[in-house]
């Protein structure tokens, strides 16, 4: 019995060694007394010393199989969404925090790489990291040394390209073919692959589209990348379809910046911009200063609305950010961000 109990755990661990098992067999036998004297205690301890040789083999077994196991968890846990990050009122912290994050996610990205959920984790991860702490420092240094920004502004867009091909191979995994219908521009194949995406792929297509959208912003004179705007808008408009509602209307905070620059015969403008606004403001349920905060910046400079810009700004930083402990992390930041807004008051508005 014992020696078929070796074989079917050689083949179960992969282990080219029985010998060395029937070894570590015989010194569990010999000290769990399967020889005793009282029959009655054979069976059980036969059992209890099976557990035992089971939990060793285990641990035993290919190093291979072990490193998936334990990193595939590990994936798991970081593809959840971040709420520790979310309730952290010390943006500085979860500055310095990220970036070893992201590079132990990248780690076992590479070793899983078909794990849809850390793909995800790490396009949304690396595309908050890039806007709130790379992309918006560079809009705060070009207002005193525009030279000394631009390297800021090109490693948001690196980083945020690195964030949106995570988002790219996720997508693939899902839709054979994503990859090079998007990136080729390929209008039909697009259409036809993106009606297949399901409300479970929204998370997917929003960020990966969030990436790409800031990518642009940070580099509008990279003309080949201002040509995939089209391929942006295609990503939100069916993730919008999908649900509309997605933390609490991102999608539609989205359209507020998006369509505020876009003219009328393109379906953009301010109103539409505004109608976005305000849903995603109710979506919001009056928790987020997002929606306020994107408004302010892309919509009322051009409509030269000063007094309701300071209106909203004001509301924004008179918030209380406890209130809302879900989204204090991103609220604090967008009070830095009106802050800075209202900094320029004099550059976004005629006297």
């Known amino acids: 019995m014992y020696d078929q109990l070796i074989m079917r755990m050689c083949a179960y661990t992969g282990s080219r060694h029985p010998l060395a098992l029937s070894l570590c067999f015989d010194r569990l036998s010999m000290s769990g007394g399967l020889k005793a004297d009282r029959p009655e205690l054979v069976e059980g ?9 089971l939990s060793v083999l285990f641990l035993c077994a290919s190093s291979c199989s072990l490193k998936t196991i334990a990193m595939t968890s590990i994936a798991d846990t970081l593809s959840s969404p971040g709420a520790a990050y979310a ?4 943006p500085e912290l979860v500055k310095d925090a990220l970036p070893v994050i992201i590079k132990v996610m990248e780690q076992i990205r590479d070793e899983l790489p078909r794990h849809r ?11 908050s990291y890039a806007v709130a702490f790379v992309a918006n420092r560079a809009d705060e240094v070009q207002e005193v ?8 502004y090109d490693r948001a867009r690196r980083l945020l390209l690195r964030a949106r091909n995570d988002g790219m191979e996720a997508l693939e995994l899902a839709h054979p073919g994503f990859k090079r219908a998007l990136y080729g521009h390929q209008r039909a194949e697009e259409k036809r692959l993106l009606a297949t995406a399901t ?17 642009i912003s ?3 004179d990279d003309m080949a990348l201002v040509g995939d705007v089209p391929e942006v808008e295609m990503l939100m408009r069916r993730a919008l379809d999908l649900d509309e509602s997605f933390e609490s209307g991102s999608v539609h905070e989205f359209f507020v ?11 953009g403008g301010p109103e539409q911009a505004r109608q976005h606004f305000l849903r995603a403001r109710a979506l919001s349920q009056g928790k987020k200063l997002s929606p306020e905060l994107s408004y302010a910046e892309n919509v009322l400079p051009l409509l030269q609305d000063k007094k309701q810009f300071n209106t909203l700004l004001s509301e924004v930083l008179a918030f209380d950010v406890d209130s809302a402990p879900e989204y204090r992390l991103v609220n604090t930041l967008a009070q830095q961000r009106a802050r800075f807004l209202l900094g320029r008051i004099n550059d976004l508005f005629a006297e």
């Open 257 to 267: 910046a998006y369509l505020a620059g876009r003219s009328k015969h393109e379906g």
């Open 218 to 220: 940070s580099a509008k």
């Open 145 to 152: 040394d525009v030279a000394r920004a631009r390297p800021l």
């Open 199 to 215: 409300k479970a792929d929204v998370a997917l297509l929003y960020w990966t589209g969030a990436a790409w959208a800031s990518a």
């Open 45 to 53: 301890r036969s059992r209890f010393t099976e557990r035992i040789l």
């Open 87 to 90: 309730r952290d009122d010390d």
């Open 117 to 127: 959920g850390l793909l995800l984790a790490l396009c949304r991860t690396v595309t």
